[in-house]
């Protein structure tokens, strides 16, 4: 079975949004941050990516492809909670009801990942965002977060939602918590793990 389900193709014009890096951490003394989004009309876009974005659904049946990207996304930095996943991991977390996600391609490379948790009340999760080390720096982070975020205000199929949020941890990208504010997130938690 091939690791890819369906394609949502997204235009040049359409691509605007925010950075890396997201998901808690499990290092100590670790600070993670919870923001929010409570109506679509708060999401600042960012500038237009150079190069469209493709985002491709991830078939729960078969994980490699979002492990090894989850990998190279968080390798790097000294965040990223699955690491040790198994295949099998990935497969449970992508078949747990509301759980969803999608490879980033650009110009038909793997650039990065998304994964949405849609919850019973009506809440969407941004629960892992990331971009692989090839694409940081190259202006594609605003439009990649933009564009996870209207996909969590506007899933097909799915319950009216009530808010969108996310978590990020002092060992994401440096750049991560700028990007979420810019892009209109407002910051509700904070601990120290």
Not at 167 to 176: K, M
């Amino acid at each position: 079975m091939n690791d890819i389900g369906h394609t949502l193709k997204v235009s040049k014009a359409t691509c605007n949004g925010v950075i890396t890096g997201t998901n808690a951490a499990s290092e100590t003394n670790d600070v993670i941050t919870t923001l929010e989004m409570t109506s679509p009309a708060d999401l600042r876009p960012g500038r237009a990516a150079s190069e469209p974005i493709e985002f491709v659904v991830v078939n729960p049946a078969a994980p490699r492809l979002i492990r090894s990207t989850y990998v190279r996304v968080w390798e790097p930095l000294a965040s990223g909670g699955r690491m040790d996943w198994s295949e099998r991991d990935w497969r449970r977390e992508l078949s747990r009801p509301g759980v969803e996600a999608w490879i980033a391609r650009i110009g038909g490379e793997v650039a990065g990942l998304v994964e949405l948790e849609a919850e019973p009340d009506g809440d969407v999760g941004i629960v892992v965002f990331g971009l692989v080390p090839e694409f940081i720096g190259r202006g594609f982070g605003a439009a990649l977060l933009t564009l996870a975020t209207k996909l969590a205000w506007e899933r097909p199929g799915q319950r009216p939602v009530r808010r969108v949020w996310l978590q990020t941890s002092s060992g994401d990208h440096p750049h991560a918590m700028k990007n979420y504010l810019a892009r209109g997130f407002k910051v509700v938690a904070g601990q120290q793990t």
